[in-house]
């Protein structure tokens, strides 16, 4: 993710968001032929209940314990004009534990119907859980399959204090749907955090004339019928659920590929036509050099979308990041692109350690500006460790706090770190370095103490006072 405001504070450009509009509502197309109760009571079978969190400390109700996903079927029908979901989410998983009941993240929306390996399920709503009962308890180890059926008129999450408005966010002509770092469940029933990765298939039906986008690459042409259109699109590879999108709107695209032979897919809303080449050709200049510096690209196409409604940042959804209400610089796609490795090939098992995201990718801006010929990394290294009252030195960033996630210091502070490291080790293996950690961890998730370890392993160097220092003293780094 960027934060645009920041970062125009920051460059002293100034970009001008326009919001969105909302239309009037028509009737919606049903998932699952029906309507039906809400809720259900739950019942009583023998065994032990997944927790109702995955178990982060910052966030303790996101995600959930006792189970694993595999994967997500979602067939997903939208009509703008009455701004009317209807879905069905088929969710393949394993149980890690005896479960008599288990949870899944979901708020607002009616959910219909449950069935658990096809077996009618009893379930009941608390806030944004989900709890299922199925008939029989699952058994340790068993895997087992999830079909909801539910609908209703999306709400994203608003929390202006800190994240501003994400997950499911309905617009004039569709919805953009940046879902960092809990939007998920605005949409589908998931289990919400990034230490669960699954692979994805979307189905999505919407009036003729409108494009849906989803990750991963299209299978098939879009099919038309009664004056819809049904779009499937398939990530084979893993993902975290709030890299998953479904953007919906009247794009202009441009498809072809990369230099290097990537598939290449940037869409931009009517009023930013004139930024669909720019956004084509340096998504896909970006990434075969980023495959260069930080080892194969982890996916099966790149690209990127603009869309029209004022989203004040741009987020790094698995294959298209998304602009929101905004013609993004070289700087902004550096960003978004490096993400691609670190934060959704390698993705973070908790919050608290989101500068292992957010750092890399703002010094892969700073890479990006070096091999540009422009400031070096050195010079923007410099420039901000001049900065001596800047509040980002009483925020280390190596524990992102709850409150505060997309704080400036686990940006820039983060991306510092990687600069200090390069410092005391050397390019050549600073570069090594980076390469032999994504290919380490290539689809998985990552820590703090994974990266520090390895770098110490591949440098010889005992580096705990530097990440110390940089990661989590609440002082600005007097030596390293």
């Given at each position: 993710m960027r934060d645009i405001g920041r970062l125009a504070l920051a460059s002293t450009t100034i970009i001008s968001l326009i919001a969105s509009t909302a239309c009037t509502a028509s009737s919606g197309e049903s998932g699952d032929g029906g309507a039906g109760p809400s809720s259900k009571?739950?019942?009583?079978?023998?065994?032990?209940?997944?927790?109702?969190?995955?178990?982060?400390?910052?966030?303790?109700?996101?995600?959930?314990?006792g189970y694993d996903v595999r994967h997500y079927r979602l067939k997903l029908g939208y009509e703008p004009a009455a701004k009317r979901l209807d879905a069905v989410a088929s969710i393949d998983a394993t149980a890690l534990q005896d479960l008599s009941r288990f949870n899944l993240d979901l708020t607002g929306l009616d959910v219909r119907t449950i069935k658990v390996d096809g077996a009618p399920a009893a379930f009941s709503r608390e806030g944004h859980e989900l709890t299922v009962t199925p008939a029989q308890t699952l058994a340790a180890g068993?895997?087992?399959?999830?079909?909801?059926?539910?609908?209703?008129?999306?709400?994203?999450?608003?929390?202006?204090?800190n994240l501003g408005v994400y997950g499911f966010i309905p617009t004039a002509d569709g919805a953009f749907v940046t879902c960092q770092p809990n939007g998920a469940k605005t949409w589908f029933p998931a289990n919400d955090h990034p230490a669960d990765k699954a692979t994805f298939d979307f189905e999505i039906t919407v009036p003729k004339g409108v494009t849906a986008l989803a990750n991963g690459e299209m299978a098939g042409r879009p099919r038309e019928s009664g004056g819809k259109t049904t779009f499937v699109w398939r990530e084979r590879h893993p993902m975290v659920t709030y890299l998953a999108t479904m953007t919906l709107g009247k794009f202009q695209l441009r498809e072809g590929r990369t230099a290097a032979g990537l598939p290449n897919l940037a869409a931009a809303d009517p009023k930013y036509a004139s930024a669909l080449n720019d956004l084509y050709?340096?998504?896909?200049?970006?990434?075969?050099?980023?495959?260069?510096?930080?080892?194969?690209?982890?996916?099966?196409?790149?690209?990127?979308?603009?869309?029209?409604?004022?989203?004040?940042?741009?987020?790094?959804n698995q294959t298209k990041p998304m602009y929101g209400g905004f013609d993004p610089d070289e700087g902004i796609i550096a960003h978004e692109l490096a993400h691609q490795w670190f934060g959704n090939s390698l993705s973070i098992k908790r919050w608290q350690e989101l500068w292992l995201n957010?750092?890399?990718?703002?010094?892969?801006?700073?890479?990006?500006?070096?091999?540009?010929?422009?400031?070096?990394?050195?010079?923007?290294?410099?420039?901000?460790?001049?900065?001596?009252?800047?509040?980002?030195?009483?925020?280390?960033?190596?524990?992102?706090?709850?409150?505060?996630?997309?704080?400036?210091?686990?940006?820039?502070?983060?991306?510092?770190?990687?600069?200090?490291?390069?410092?005391?080790?050397?390019?050549?293996?600073?570069?090594?370095?980076?390469?032999?950690?994504?290919?380490?961890?290539?689809?998985?998730?990552?820590?703090?103490?994974?990266?520090?370890?390895?770098?110490e392993e591949r440098s010889g160097k005992q580096l705990d006072g530097l990440f110390q220092a940089w990661l989590f003293t609440p002082q600005r780094p007097a030596s390293w």
């Open positions: 009571p739950a019942s009583t079978a023998p065994g032990t209940a997944g927790a109702a969190g995955i178990g982060d400390p910052d966030f303790p109700k996101d995600g959930n314990g068993r895997p087992f399959a999830v079909r909801v059926a539910y609908g209703g008129r999306p709400e994203p999450i608003r929390d202006a204090d050709t340096l998504s896909g200049k970006i990434t075969d050099y980023w495959s260069t510096v930080f080892g194969p690209y982890p996916f099966g196409s790149t690209g990127g979308v603009v869309d029209d409604y004022a989203a004040g940042y741009a987020l790094e957010e750092g890399f990718a703002t010094y892969a801006e700073w890479l990006w500006s070096e091999h540009k010929g422009e400031e070096t990394a050195e010079q923007i290294f410099q420039r901000h460790y001049g900065s001596l009252e800047s509040p980002m030195w009483e925020y280390p960033p190596g524990k992102a706090r709850p409150d505060d996630l997309f704080n400036n210091s686990v940006y820039t502070r983060g991306g510092m770190t990687l600069h200090a490291l390069r410092q005391r080790i050397g390019d050549k293996t600073f570069f090594d370095l980076l390469r032999a950690y994504t290919a380490r961890y290539k689809y998985g998730a990552v820590t703090t103490d994974e990266f520090i370890a390895m770098a």
